[in-house]
């Protein structure tokens, strides 16, 4: 506002008053004055225009193609699992999300200690299911680290999806293990339900911003 006055003031005092004869003594120096200090109002905000604002915004793009490509990997990591569990038990459909009672039916078929689809980076061996489980937490974890430490960035509803992700009972269950004497990994059906409502929740997010 102060900007847009300033703007027609120099415009009033070119086309205008610059040619009005002198009302009282001192009266040209003090429009000088005037016309001067909205000079320099108009240039600092120019100023700031350029290389503030521009630069800040800047900023936000190039933070928003960060954090939506690692959102989109921790939506990612979840169908690595669900897909890898339907293929372990030669589940055909192409969804990504179940009901409760179907990945409690899905999990009843996964042998906890047997072979996942994924080796150790630290000495090519095979992980079991567990160790799998708890890989891809670990990878959703640090992915959303990385996204917190933008925090200024992020919105609110972003910033809640997250932590839901974060703090899910699903993760902390498994967190650290690497073995259960279980004949199946259906005690997590119920929290893994919970924490693929979070993900199905996050993905939705994504799509309105990406």
């Known amino acids: ?36 200090f909205c000079i320099g109002l108009v240039a600092s905000y120019v100023f700031y225009f350029i290389v503030v604002h521009v630069k800040e915004q800047s900023d936000k793009d190039n933070v928003k193609a960060y954090v939506f490509s690692k959102s989109n990997c921790v939506v990612g990591n979840y169908k690595c699992v669900i897909r890898a569990v339907k293929k372990e038990v030669g589940y055909m459909g192409t969804e990504d999300y179940f009901d409760q009672e179907k990945i ?54 972003h910033i809640q999806l997250l932590s839901a992700i974060e703090d899910s009972h699903y993760f ?23 924490y693929s409502l979070d993900c199905k929740a996050l993905e939705k997010y994504n799509a309105r911003f990406w």
């Open 104 to 157: 409690h039916e899905l999990f009843l078929k996964v042998v906890p200690n047997s072979d996942a689809p994924m080796v150790s980076s630290y000495d090519s061996s095979r992980l079991n299911w567990v160790q799998f489980l708890n890989d891809y937490r670990i990878s959703s974890i640090r992915l959303i680290d990385k996204m917190l430490k933008v925090m200024p960035y992020l919105d609110t509803e």
């Open 172 to 194: 902390i269950e498994i967190s650290g293990l690497s073995g259960i004497g279980n004949p199946d990994i259906s005690i997590w059906s119920e929290t893994f339900y919970k």
């Open 1 to 36: 506002m102060l900007t847009l006055l300033s703007i027609s003031s120099i415009l009033a005092i070119d086309l205008c008053f610059g040619e009005i004869p002198e009302l009282f003594n001192g009266g040209k120096e003090l429009l000088n004055a005037y016309y001067n």
